[in-house]
Nanobody
Framework: QVQLAESGGGLVQPGGSLSLSCAAS????????MAWFRQAPGKEREFVAG????????FYGDSVKGRFTIARDNAKNTVTLTMNSLNAEDTAVYYC???????????????????WGQGTQVTVSS
């Protein structure tokens, strides 16, 4: 059974930085695809970033390109999302998702991953 444990959310001031972590278990980590999505109140779920662990290809949503970075730690079966230059529009619940296979970008973007974490709140406010 796949389990995803997210951590690192919280309150940060505009312009600040925050890192989220997603520790995965129960899946072949190095052959999987993992991604972050977010959902703000009253808005649809939005793709943030994804990583195809087999070839280390990384993908980003348009609204976070150049500000967010997704990275892997194979030793810890963990994917991190480092978020810089945060603004109020980044406020949302952030979800980690995983699929135990390599996926094409369109499928990742569409959220076609089997396992999802509980979510962690990120609030950007002064």
């Amino acid at each position: 059974q796949v389990q995803l444990a997210e951590s690192g959310g919280g309150l940060v001031q505009p312009g600040g930085s925050l890192s989220l972590s997603c520790a995965a278990s129960g899946l072949p980590f190095t052959r999987s695809t993992m991604a972050w999505f977010r959902q703000a109140p009253g808005k649809e779920r939005e793709f943030v970033a994804g990583i195809r662990l087999r070839d280390n290809n990384k993908f980003y949503g348009d609204s976070v390109k150049g500000r967010f970075t997704i990275a892997r730690d194979n030793a810890k079966n963990t994917v991190t999302l480092t978020m810089n230059s945060l603004n109020a529009e980044d406020t949302a619940v952030y979800y980690c998702a995983a699929e135990p296979r390599s996926m094409i970008l369109s499928a990742i973007w569409a959220g076609q991953l089997d396992s999802w974490g509980q979510g962690t709140q990120v609030t950007v406010s002064s």
